[in-house]
């Protein structure tokens, strides 16, 4: 697995001299390549490969580029396959303090960037798909992607826990701001140049997801349909050239079925082998829609059941990260992508993840106030009133009232936050919700301006997705979601609610963009596939070890959980639709993370 660890000191100093020089040697030890040096700064990676995860020095010695880039202009049916920043792009990047890589490429990737002042800089992609953080230690200034790396070549004292951002993860689900829940550790924002010596150093929001949603286009269905058509398949097309065999995650759904035949519209240049996973239950075997998708493509479809015996004891020793993971989504699934993925020689794992955020699958009435406040009460607001009546499945005289209510009433990006939280006490919940400067993504706070459906939106997609699985081995296949592209993702920032979800239905631009390219039975299709009942079953099966482990676990003892209600909650056996069985879930990933803070092994993913 791709990963770097970049350092910067002041040279002059000849103690951390001394510690960058056992730094280097104790990576080199480990396996670990140079990727730049200058005085008082180095970077180094390890799982680089050739047009997967690339290094892209810049010229006069000025930095490096690490990760996968695609030139934005780049429109041919190979568009990227092995991209080679040339000197004058390279002169560009070191001119625009990185904003050409910006504007002008996009991927994954972490640029950095030397500077005249001695100071050096980073820059994360506005995807943040390679997390990037940040530590100080004995004059080092520490930028890494997986801390456990940064544990196994320096002597730390003990991870110390912040637990006014664990709170958050319990109220917001993902930790935004830099903060993160390991004190002295902090995240770099996608967008953001910040310095190496930050915090105290300066922070340049270079890209904003905010401020691309606040530069709407109104196009009509026609060419909106052709733009995300577009947009769509070159962002997964250009992906697909980077790997020769890949595994698709195909569910069912209308998302990856949108990749396969984006991968299908012209001869592919990978090997494309589909998975499905299904378990028992009304909504959780979605095989019939995952094989008229394959076989519409003519590609080999891969069906394999839900592991009826996972337990949550496989879950409870996940890898020490600045921030606590999730396991829903990955129980039973890790092995078998493995099995998988190895079995047909791939070492990547494709999903659909995104899709519910980029191409609106909402249940709401928002999109009749983002037309109001976008185009105001003209000849088209009564159409576009029902068809928020439609999405939302209330009345039109709600949906009226309600555009007016949101259009014209105060809008905050953490509405209903922490509203629904059934076993953390309310005191808990309202510190955590003072706290959310800390907290939440800084582009989110000072969003208010914006529709609230596209405010929604920007607080479902601002987070970065997990590129390293902390419960799986380092042999887990690399995930790729090519549906969170640079271009993409801008490009649904910009489409208002109202377009994306025309005529009443979820995903309704993207059904009709791919109409041609998927099953008709997958486009027209109203319902949705889940995991409910599995991850039901899952926490059923594992109640003596929830018990256990939360009733008197450290989220009690903090007072975040309220132990009565956990208790009866844990007493009466949770069944599916519970409201609660998603946050016992999160508690149970947040103790377990908890523990191996406390643990403090190391054990590097090398």
């Known amino acids: 697995m791709f990963r770097y660890i970049a350092f910067s000191w002041a040279a002059a100093n000849e103690g951390q001299n001394a510690r960058a020089r056992a730094l280097a040697e104790a990576l080199i030890d480990r396996g670990w390549h140079r990727a730049f040096s200058s005085a008082g700064f180095s970077v180094y990676v390890v799982g680089r490969k050739r047009g997967v995860n690339d290094v892209y020095l810049l010229p006069s010695h000025a930095g490096v580029v690490l990760g996968r880039l695609f030139r934005r202009a780049d429109q041919s049916p190979a568009a990227g396959k092995d991209t080679e920043l040339t000197d004058r792009e390279g002169d560009e990047v070191v001119r625009s303090d990185g904003r050409t890589l910006v504007e002008q490429f996009w991927g994954r990737w972490v640029a950095f960037l030397a500077c005249w002042t001695g100071e ?27 801390l456990e790396d940064v544990y196994a070549v320096l002597e730390l004292p003990p991870p110390q826990t912040n637990w006014d951002a664990v709170a958050a993860v319990l109220v917001y689900g993902r930790l935004g701001a830099r903060e ?37 286009i109104d196009p009509q269905p026609g060419p909106a349909a052709r733009m995300l058509r577009d947009e769509t398949t070159q962002s997964v097309r250009s992906w697909m050239t980077c790997y020769e065999d890949i595994v698709l995650r195909l569910s069912g759904g209308v998302d990856s079925a949108i990749i396969l035949g984006s991968f299908f519209c012209a001869p592919p240049t990978a090997s494309i082998t589909c998975l499905n996973y299904f378990s028992e239950g009304s909504d959780s075997d979605e095989r019939a829609y995952a094989r008229l998708a394959a076989s519409r493509a003519g590609c080999a479809l891969v069906e394999r059941h839900r592991d009826i015996d996972f337990h949550l004891k496989q879950v409870m020793d996940p890898a020490l990260t600045p921030i606590p993971g999730s396991h829903i989504g990955r129980l039973g699934s890790d092995r078998m992508d493995t099995e998988v993925t190895r079995a047909v020689g791939a070492s990547v794992l494709f999903t659909g993840a995104g899709g519910d955020q980029l191409f609106e699958e909402v249940r709401c009435t928002w999109p009749a106030a983002d037309y109001l406040q976008l185009r105001g009460l003209d000849r088209g607001f009564p159409a576009a009133t029902l068809d928020a009546a439609r999405l939302g499945h209330v009345s039109f005289w709600q949906t009226l009232r309600e555009a007016f209510q949101y259009r014209f009433g105060k809008r905050s990006a953490l509405t209903n936050a922490g509203q629904y939280l059934a076993l953390m006490p309310s005191d808990a919940v309202d510190g955590a919700l003072r706290q959310a400067p800390r907290f939440v993504h800084p582009g989110l706070l000072e969003g208010s301006d914006l529709p609230i459906g596209k405010l929604m939106q920007l607080r479902a997609l601002i987070c970065p997705f997990d590129y390293y699985n902390p419960y799986g081995p380092a042999t887990s296949p690399e995930l790729v979601h090519p549906l969170m592209s640079q271009p993409l993702l801008e490009l649904s920032l910009k489409l208002p609610t109202y377009v994306l979800t025309r005529g009443g239905r979820g995903r309704a631009l993207a059904r009709d963009a791919f109409a041609d390219r998927i099953p008709a039975e997958i486009a027209s299709r109203r319902s949705k596939g889940g995991t409910e009942e599995h991850i039901t079953a899952v926490l059923q099966r594992s109640l003596p070890l929830v018990r256990r482990l939360l009733l008197d676990g450290q989220l009690v003892q903090q007072g975040l959980l309220e132990r009565q209600r956990l208790e009866a909650s844990l007493e009466r056996r949770p069944a599916q639709g519970d409201a609660y069985v998603s946050e016992i879930h999160s508690c149970i990933a947040i103790e377990a993370w908890l523990g191996r803070v406390a643990s403090d092994r190391r054990t590097p993913l090398l």
Not at 120 to 146: I, K, N, Q
Not at 193 to 204: A, K, Y
Request: proline content about 9%.
């Open 180 to 216: 993160t829940a390991l004190t002295g550790v902090t995240q770099v924002l996608p967008g953001e140049l910040t310095s190496m010596r930050s915090p105290g150093g300066e922070i340049v929001p270079v890209w904003r997801a905010v401020d691309i949603a606040r530069r709407p």
């Open 120 to 146: 050096s800089r980073v820059l994360r992609d506005p995807t943040g798909t390679l997390p990037c953080f940040h530590m100080e230690t004995e004059g080092l200034s520490v930028v890494f992607s997986w």
